[in-house]
């Protein structure tokens, strides 16, 4: 019996890796690579060459479209665990409600709707790695569990007692400031540190300028086979308005202008419309005015904007709920919240008394090119 069980069990997993092998290849095409020469980007790829060949967790933060889903591709590829997909979970793209069987996995009828049993992606990741995006966004219930399978490497199934071991290596990443999350309780401060074992800060596209030439003339190659079109030129002007805008969006939103830039154009010149400079991350105020709706805002975010009730913000924040109500339409028109570049968690006392409000640089890099009064493709790498 137990030995059906258990080739019924291998049964499943191989046929739910085989459904998201072929997911992965579709969601996959046409994404771009790790490209660049700047010292900023150096520096990740010395950590990743470091971190790669170990089974240890690993935990990337930066900011949204920074390409930390690449690194952690890349920390994959170059690990013992390669021949295996690497199993990707986006923790805010799952409601709370179901996000705990997508992880460990269900039995037939664990609860009114579970109809079949269902293989967890951490199973699915057995002997591979599973990449944890918007670590930050987890709900509080489900990281005891997460905890427990950093500690003890067991899960158990949503309706069933029994553990399985499972050898899996964790990469998790956000954008979130953790430190912020802990203070405001919703980030569980020993699932931070078990997490924290090799963190690795993915630098804004803005602090490495240098690399914009390079990461557009790959996209340029991407879309003209997309679109059966030719480019051989960007203009000088363009590709240092490129370089100089602050890109908030990073290199998802560079992608985004080469794509409707090849789009529109019609020689074999392209020609770029640059989004107006932004001042937005050019630095946060210091005014505890300023810092206090920072850390509602977060608080808000954390609770999914609800302020009443048990799990609403104002209990969280020992406010009235009254006292939320405007304050909560004015921070969620608020840029997101700048994500922590370190894991070192300063005392309660100074988090307290700071708000728990950690800065990240707000400069542009000094990184500067010369470019050529046109940069031809052959010249891409010094344009």
């Known amino acids: ?21 072929r997911k992965e290849l579709q969601e996959r095409t046409g994404t771009g690579l790790v490209i660049g020469e700047s010292p900023a980007l150096r520096r ?5 060459q470091q971190v790669a060949p170990t089974n240890s967790t690993v935990l990337l933060l930066g ?21 295996r997909p690497m ?46 995006d918007e670590i930050g966004d987890l709900p509080l219930e489900v990281q005891v569990k997460l905890l427990r399978v950093l500690e003890e490497r067991q899960i158990e199934r949503l309706g069933s007692p029994r553990p399985i071991r499972v050898d899996t290596r964790i990469i ?32 804004p596209l803005r602090e490495r300028a240098g690399d914009i030439p ?36 990073n290199i998802r939103e560079l992608r985004n202008v080469v794509e409707r830039a090849m789009i529109m154009g019609t020689g074999r010149r392209l020609t770029f419309s640059v989004p107006a400079a932004s001042t937005a991350l050019a630095g946060r105020s210091a005014k ?50 700048a994500s922590s570049s370190h894991c070192v968690l300063t005392p309660a006392w100074v988090r307290t008394s700071r708000a728990s409000v950690t800065r990240r640089p707000g400069g542009r890099s000094s990184t500067s090119t010369t470019a050529p009064l046109e940069c031809s493709q052959e010249e891409r790498s010094s344009c």
Request: glycine share 6%.
């Open 214 to 249: 390079l990461l557009v003339w790959r996209f340029v190659e991407e879309f003209a086979t997309a679109f059966g079109k030719q480019v051989d030129s960007i203009s000088k002007d363009d590709m240092a308005a490129l370089q100089q805008y602050s890109w908030p969006g």
């Open 87 to 132: 199993v990707r979970v986006n923790c805010a793209a799952i409601p709370a409600t179901l996000i705990e069987s997508e992880l460990f996995g269900r039995e037939r009828g664990a609860y009114t709707g579970a109809l079949a049993r269902q293989i967890g992606r951490f199973e699915m990741a057995d002997h591979s790695t599973i990449f944890l």
């Open 288 to 337: 505890l005015e300023d810092v206090e709706r920072e850390h509602i805002r977060t608080v808000l975010e954390s609770t999914g904007w609800r302020v009443r009730g048990v799990d609403g913000a104002a209990r969280r924040l020992g406010l009235k709920p009254t006292t939320l109500d405007e304050p909560a339409v004015q921070a969620r028109a608020q840029a997101p919240a």
């Open 172 to 203: 998790a990443a956000t954008h979130r400031d953790l430190e912020q999350l802990i203070a405001a309780g919703t980030f569980r401060e020993d699932l931070y540190y078990r997490l924290c074992v090799f963190p690795i800060r993915v630098p």
């Open 1 to 21: 019996m137990r030995l059906w069980s258990e080739v019924s069990r291998l049964k499943d997993k191989l046929q739910v890796e085989k459904v998201y092998l």
């Open 44 to 48: 990740v790829e010395e950590q990743v």
């Open 63 to 83: 900011e949204t479209g920074s390409g930390k889903e690449m690194f952690a591709t890349q920390i994959h590829e170059l690990s013992d665990r390669h021949s």
